[in-house]
């Protein structure tokens, strides 16, 4: 059964993607820790970050460190935070969060997103994602 992510990728499910490439999708969290909160997730579906190939999670950190910068530009945060933790979604993914405190990193403060609040993170990072030149924006 495809998880989640797979369904949102594959446009069965709708989800606020805001970068799409041939190997990994990035989409606002619809439960941010904080505002602008996102995941990078593979297109393939793999359940345990151990089990990428290196080129892969090579990859999905380097789209984590784009999405950091807009959102550094966007949100203007203290820090962007990265965690994968792997529970929640049989599906590698990385949180890459805006935060202005450790407090900031704990899935305690995640909350159901509104709909109209993560239409605007996703379309603040489509514009810092546009104005960093980067194609892959969705």
Known sequence: MATIFSR???GEIP??????????????????????HCLVVPIAEVDHWLDLDAA?????????GVVGQAQMAAFR?????LMIAG?????VHVHVIPMESMADISFANARPGVDA??????EALRAELRELNRPEVA
């Open 8 to 10: 949102i990728i594959a």
């Open 15 to 36: 989800g606020r993607i805001i970068w799409r490439d041939d190997v990994a999708v990035v989409m606002v969290d619809i439960r941010p820790i904080h505002h602008g």
């Open 56 to 64: 892969t999670r090579a990859h999905l950190f380097e789209v984590a």
């Open 77 to 81: 945060p203290a820090r962007v935070g």
């Open 87 to 91: 529970f929640e979604v049989p599906h």
């Open 117 to 122: 609040e993560l239409d605007a993170a996703a």
